[in-house]
């Protein structure tokens, strides 16, 4: 497996289904994958929920102590794993962690995983840390 960092940001919804594209197939082909899903009550929360074949875990931007526990604890058990954290500006914005904690994270998780984050808004702090970087616009027609 190779660690790397994705940075997909820009429109919220493409932004995850760019990342969601990659971990749909890295099950088809059977490799560990795992979503975290940071919800500020999207309405299309209901079509990740119905997702049952991927392995989906949904805290509402809201329950700081629970997505603290996650990146301090949880997140160090993650290994040989495909793993998109969506809408991880939330993390900032709603200054859950710092910005300084979460890179080093971050960093930490991709010595033993590929992470794939998607956000709103451009931060070079993550770009600085990504392998790959994409801005996803929606263009109207």
Do not use: C
């Not at 500020?40 to 049952?52: G, P, R, T």
């Not at 709603?94 to 300084?100: C, D, G, N, R, S």
């Amino acid at each position: 497996m190779i660690h790397q960092v994705h940075f997909y940001y820009g429109d919220r919804l493409r932004a995850f289904h760019a990342g969601l594209g990659i971990v749909v197939r890295a099950l088809g082909h059977s490799i560990n994958s795992k979503i975290l899903f940071l919800d500020q009550s999207y309405e299309w929360i209901e079509d990740i929920i119905s997702l049952e074949e991927v392995p989906v875990e949904i805290i509402s931007i809201d329950d700081h102590p629970k997505i603290q526990d996650f990146f301090l604890n949880e997140i160090k058990k993650i290994e040989d794993t495909i793993f998109l954290i969506a809408n991880i500006d939330l993390i900032v914005q709603h200054k859950v962690l710092e910005m300084k904690e979460l890179l080093h994270l971050l960093s930490k998780i991709k010595e033993r995983n590929e992470v794939i984050l998607t956000s709103e808004t451009k931060y070079t702090e993550f770009e600085k840390i990504a392998e790959y970087v994409s801005f996803i616009s929606v263009k109207k027609m």
